[in-house]
């Protein structure tokens, strides 16, 4: 079956660097759209990254573009969120999840347990 699992999260200090990563399996990885959400404590599912399933189309919420990059090694069925100049707004659970084709839209199909990153000096 479709398994999604995140890891690298944790503690870090306002302005560092985090690199989540989500392993994919049960499904043919390199044929799908994946993205990451985010839920911050109290708040809703905030939007904050998509990728196309050959990676070449790419998009980010306002709120974490220029400091976040995803990507994705379709080799190794893993989807990636390097995050930069982290701040305390950050803090939230990142999920990763699938959508149903090669493109970032509709719903997921879908998601992972997530994995806490916390923001705070």
């Known amino acids: 079956e479709v398994q999604l699992v995140e890891s690298g999260g944790g503690l870090v200090q306002p302005g560092g660097s985090l690199r989540l990563s989500c392993a994919a399996s049960?499904?043919?990885?390199?044929?799908?759209?994946m993205s990451w959400v985010r839920q911050a404590p109290g708040k809703g599912l905030e939007w904050v990254s998509g990728?196309?399933?050959?990676?070449?189309?790419?998009s980010y919420a306002d709120s974490v573009k220029g400091r976040f990059t995803i990507s994705r090694d379709n080799a190794k069925n893993t989807l990636y969120l390097q995050m930069n100049s982290l701040k305390p707004e950050d803090t939230a659970v990142y999920y990763c999840g699938k959508f149903r084709g090669s493109s970032c839209n509709g719903d997921w199909d879908y998601w992972g347990q997530g994995t806490q990153v916390t923001v705070s000096s």
């Open positions: 990728i196309n399933s050959g990676g070449g189309s790419i």
């Open positions: 049960g499904f043919t990885f390199s044929n799908y759209a």
